[in-house]
């Protein structure tokens, strides 16, 4: 039953009513997984009992349980979405199709970042209108966040935000053919903590086959935590909500309970003998694995997937220049938690000061930050994929400069996501505080950057040269566009020292 204004498709678990929306079939809160509740919220995702009539799917449907997440001056709103809203059935998918719904179209399925504790599919930037207009199918995934998605807890699965996501690809192959997608072709993306979890899935076994390309846009294949390390961060826990580390214990604690909890959980010592901190004490959650995806994919995992895989050129600025500390002594810390695992920091240091031999101190703590999270193990995933995959490995680099911030902001963290989803037009975007600064973006850029993107999952090949370990050919993404072979060429070989061999 269609109308001018409402469509409706029919899914395994029974029929969802979405809105039509200029050249896009839109549905909101469709359901992949049972709603997670009291002991559910720790075991693995199950099986979303069906339903009777059409589900409602016009509307934002329930988010993760997560505090409100700030960085300091920035708004970030567009990016984390509207925070915390209530309700159970939150393992959900948005999906938005072209407006026929017909015909064997390229599907990409997004996770969202968030440091594993924040964000939701109803974030602004994440509006899948581009996609459909381009004839792709795009699916944003809710997954859950902080103690119930991610931390260790004994008697329970590791990794369920993971797990989550994966039970994501099996609703796309089951149900995808009904928005007009063809489950043969399917895209996983993620930014940050969620293309972390995009490598983490790569390595994955139980998931190959649920997909057939990853982009992975600032995550870190070197970025899950050991068993001891996550073992610490359980025993914070467990000191923090007064409990024993058993999973019955957890699961008589409500939400709200969880979330004070997880907020409570900075400051965590993750050094251990053999491993550093992969994310260098902001975030107290990400996947705990007995082998970093990267060695997994060095080793022959997910060789069949094409991956395109990148950084931007300023990472580390979101977390220094919106608080304050970007030319702060105050941010040194930063510098001794990033080359804390290295086995000659100051030598580390001094190899960013020659290369950038005009960088002030915030830039080089920035530049420093950014390769410690994202850069290194970018570039070790990479590089182990392209051992074994060379014809389909392609890297990048994106550096267009948001001028928030007094010009100071850059090319930071997430500052490509606008141009990857083309929703750069969004007026809270803009603006001295906002992500994209006071100037109106390039519109050019966004329409390259999104049909990269989509040639990507159409055809394998975003349209430049691909990277191997030789070359290590990346594309320079700016107002203008440039080929360039390995990028920070110094700074990658002072972090290969020991980043992969200590993961």
Known sequence: MNSDTEVVVTTERGAVRG?????????????YAAAPRGAGRFAPP?????????????????TAPQAERRLGSVDMSPYFGTGWSQGDDYLTVNVWAPETMSGDLPVMVFVHGGGFVAGSTNAAIYDGSAFARDDVVLVTVNYRLGIAGFLDIPGAPANRGLLDVVAALHWVRRNITAFGG????????????????????????????????????SGSGLGAFSTEQAARVTRAATEVLGIEPQVDEFAQ???????????????????TESHYDPLIGLS?????????????????????????????????????????????????????????????????????????????????????????????????????????????????????????LDGQLGATHAIELPFVFDTTGLPVLNGPHALLGPRSAPPALATRMHQAWVRFAR????????????????????????????????ERQAWSVDRRARG
Not at 253 to 271: C, K, N, T, W, Y
């Open 19 to 31: 809105t039509r929306q200029g050249a896009a079939a839109v549905f909101l809160g469709v359901p």
């Open 46 to 62: 199950q099986q979303h009992a069906p339903w009777d009539g059409v589900r409602d799917a016009t509307r934002p449907g329930p």
């Open 182 to 217: 063809d489950p043969g072709n399917v895209t996983l993306f993620g930014q940050s903590a969620g293309a972390t979890i995009v490598g983490g899935v790569l390595a994955y076994r139980p998931a190959s086959g649920l997909f057939r390309r990853a982009i992975v846009q």
């Open 253 to 271: 604690l409500s939400d709200a309970q969880l979330v004070e909890a997880a907020s409570r959980l900075g400051g965590i010592d993750l050094h």
């Open 284 to 404: 107290p959650f990400s996947l705990v694995l007995d082998e970093q995806p990267a060695a997994s994919v060095a080793a022959g995992a997910a060789a069949d997937v094409d991956l395109l895989i990148g950084t931007n050129t300023e990472e580390g600025h979101l977390y220094l220049v919106p608080v304050g500390k970007f030319a702060s002594s105050a941010a040194a810390d930063v510098t001794r938690a990033a080359t804390a695992s290295h086995p000659s920091p100051v030598d580390l240091v001094e190899t960013y000061r020659a290369s950038r031999p005009r960088a002030t101190f915030g830039e080089l703590r920035s530049a420093i930050m950014g390769d410690a999270l994202f850069g290194a193990g970018s570039w070790a995933l990479a590089e182990g994929h392209a051992a074994h995959a060379p014809s389909s490995t392609f890297a990048y680099e994106f550096a267009w400069r948001s001028e928030a």
């Open 459 to 490: 055809t394998g090949d975003p349209g430049w040269v691909r990277y191997d370990d030789q070359r290590r050919s990346t594309m320079h993404i700016d107002a203008e566009w440039a080929e360039v072979e390995d990028p920070r060429s110094e």
